[in-house]
């Protein structure tokens, strides 16, 4: 993509995108208004599962900007929906995690079980402590398919960089001796079903995200145009070693030089 004013739809990362923990970025509200005024079908992918798209969805309403739950995919609801392209619903799975990634799994008809269950799916637990480590690892141990949300080893936060998934997926990985398979960002998988959910093309579709290692690569192993916005985690240096295709500030500037993008090629 050559230009701005060529994307037709748009997929956002949330946190150090959107927000900072729970302080918006400037001109929020702003980027979805004009999202809606120019009728650009968008999604916001998180690999962040600690909170349900609704929950997500409340949490934006209260910093100005208005989106659908139904426009919002958590690796959780990723992972779920992964799932089922391999176990029939009603197989029980054990979830190492938030209370929102139990509910993902339980909405796609999953059963929740702590023993003889076929998988272990495993996200950031802020209630961690040793049985739910060894329940988790002894059940991988036992052959129970491993699976993480992602493998993000922090998350920002207003205390700054906080434990994530990574860590707490790192410690289950030693513990059992086995690798997970990884459903979030860079793999492919929650854009592809984002894209599938708005019959977007790929051509026309661009990525936004702060974290490079994981929004930027996904997005470039997607087949996506990226656009990098240096409010979160990533820097330019780091941005631009990846090729990502357009570098901003953030989402006010990116929304600058979109409006200037087309503007030029109306007049
Ligand atoms: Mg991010």
């Known amino acids: ?22 302080e918006p970025m400037p001109r ?31 949490q934006l ?15 959780g609801q990723g992972a779920a929906r992964y799932l089922l392209r391999q176990y029939p619903a009603g197989t029980k799975v054990h979830v190492f995690g938030m209370p929102s990634l139990r509910r993902a799994l339980a909405e796609e008809g999953f059963v929740l079980a702590d023993e003889d269950v076929k998988v272990v799916v495993a996200s950031v637990d802020r209630d961690l402590n040793f049985e739910k480590v060894k329940v988790a690892s002894r ?17 920002p936060s207003e205390e700054g960089l906080v434990p994530g998934t990574g860590a707490m997926v790192a410690m289950l990985a030693a ?28 051509a ?8 490079v290692m994981t929004d930027i690569v996904g997005g470039k192993r997607a087949g996506l145009t990226t656009i990098c916005v240096l409010s979160g985690v990533s820097d330019r240096a780091e ?25 030029a090629k109306a007049s």
């Not at 070693?241 to 030089?257: N, R, S, V």
């Open 1 to 22: 993509m050559e230009s701005l004013d060529q994307i037709t739809h748009l997929i956002l990362d949330m946190d150090g995108v959107l927000y900072r923990g729970s």
């Open 28 to 58: 929020l509200g702003e980027l979805f208004a004009f999202l809606r005024e120019r009728a650009i079908p968008f999604m916001l992918v998180t690999n962040n599962a600690t909170k349900t798209p609704e929950e997500r969805s409340k």
């Open 61 to 75: 309403a209260a910093m100005g900007a208005q989106v659908l739950p139904s426009e919002i995919l958590t690796s």
């Open 139 to 155: 059940l991988i141990r036992k052959g129970a398919l491993f699976v993480a949300t992602n493998l993000d080893p922090n998350i």
């Open 175 to 202: 513990a059992s001796g086995v690798s997970p398979i990884y459903i979030g960002k860079p793999e492919p998988i929650l854009y592809e079903i984002a894209m599938a959910q708005m019959a977007a093309p790929l």
């Open 204 to 211: 026309t579709t661009a990525a936004v995200g702060d974290r």
């Open 239 to 263: 941005a631009e070693a990846a090729g990502t295709d357009f570098i901003f500030e953030d989402i006010g500037h990116l929304l600058d030089a979109w409006r200037a993008a087309l503007s």
